[in-house]
Nanobody, 124 residues
Framework: QVQLVDSGGGLVQAGGSLRLSCAAS????????MGWFRQAPGKEREFVAA????????YYADSVKGRFTISRENAKKTVYLQMNSLKPEDTAVYYC????WGLGSRYRHEYDYWGQGTQVTVSS
């Protein structure tokens, strides 16, 4: 059974930092590209960042480029999202996901497995 467990969310002031983690089990982690998405109240789930199976390719939404960094440790079956210079508009539930093809993707439909989400709240 595949499980993705998101953690690391919390309440932080604007300008602060958080690091999210996503621990995977039940799948060959090193074969999957991984992504982070987020969903704010009343909005659709949107792409944040993605990373290919080897970690050699990364992709970011324009809104987070230069502030967020995605990384992975295949030996630990874990993907991370380091979030710096947080803004109130970053407030959302953040979800990690494992894709089908190993490349990382901006598109939700290319992800087969999802974590349960972790809440990030940025106060102004």
């Amino acid at each position: 059974q595949v499980q993705l467990v998101d953690s690391g969310g919390g309440l932080v002031q604007a300008g602060g930092s958080l690091r999210l983690s996503c621990a995977a089990s039940g799948l060959t982690f090193s074969r999957h590209g991984m992504g982070w998405f987020r969903q704010a109240p009343g909005k659709e789930r949107e792409f944040v960042a993605a990373i290919g199976w080897s970690g050699g390719s990364t992709y970011y939404a324009d809104s987070v480029k230069g502030r967020f960094t995605i990384s992975r440790e295949n030996a630990k079956k874990t993907v991370y999202l380091q979030m710096n210079s947080l803004k109130p508009e970053d407030t959302a539930v953040y979800y990690c996901a494992a894709d089908l093809w190993g490349l990382g993707s901006r598109y939700r439909h290319e992800y087969d497995y999802w974590g349960q989400g972790t809440q990030v709240t940025v106060s102004s």
